[in-house]
């Protein structure tokens, strides 16, 4: 199904969730995700609020993201889903 715009797409996002609505904290990844994120919070009448990530890069890969890189003053790292999958060394 394709959509208009980001805007477009959490709209019909928020219609599908409307059973959440109150019960849910709606949270968006910067910068992409806000878009469609605000449209749901308004939908369901629920918080809004975003996570700020950079993409971890694939070397010659530029549209592949090997993790999310994230900080926020609870939780910092990367996950490691598709980092195991890579024949890469990993340093922390």
């Given at each position: 199904m394709p959509f208009i715009d980001r805007s477009d797409a959490?709209?019909?996002?928020g219609s599908a969730l409307a059973r959440l609505r109150g019960r849910v904290i709606v949270v968006g990844l910067a910068r992409g995700g806000v878009p469609v994120a605000f449209e749901v919070a308004q939908a369901l009448d629920a918080p809004l609020d975003?996570?700020?990530?950079?993409?971890?890069?694939?070397?010659?890969e530029p549209e592949l993201a090997l993790e999310p890189v994230f900080y926020s003053a609870s939780a910092q790292g990367a996950t490691t889903g598709t980092i195991k999958s890579w024949p890469i060394q990993v340093i922390y």
């Open positions: 959490g709209r019909r996002l975003v996570i700020v990530v950079r993409k971890l890069g694939v070397p010659y």
